[in-house]
C-alpha cells in the first residue's frame, strides 16, 4: 500500500497495553529510540500487532516542535 507519509522508524514492538477501545503500542526502533503509538485496539487486533513483531512506526503530522536541550 502506497502512502504519502515518508517519515518511517523501523523497530519491534516492545509491548501492547489495552485500556477498553484504546491500546498503547511501545515501538522500539532500530537506533534504540521508543517510540508510543496511540491507537484502537481495533486497529491492534485487525493488524494482528503482538510484543516483537517488526513493524514501521509512520508519522504524519502537521506540526513539529523543536525542545532546545
Known amino acids: 500500500m502506497a502512502i504519502s507519509a515518508r517519515n ?3 523497530g519491534a ?3 501492547v497495553e489495552t485500556d477498553g477501545i484504546v491500546a498503547e503500542v ?3 526502533t532500530d537506533g534504540g529510540e ?3 503509538a496511540v491507537i484502537t485496539k481495533n486497529s491492534v487486533d485487525r493488524l494482528g500487532l503482538t510484543e516483537g ?5 509512520v ?3 502537521t506540526e ?3 525542545e532546545d536541550t
Do not use: F, Y
Open 8 to 10: 518511517r522508524l523501523e
Open 13 to 15: 514492538i516492545q509491548s
Open 26 to 28: 511501545e515501538i522500539e
Open 34 to 36: 521508543v517510540v508510543t
Open 53 to 57: 513483531d517488526d513493524v514501521n512506526a
Open 59 to 61: 508519522i504524519k503530522a
Open 64 to 66: 513539529v516542535m523543536i
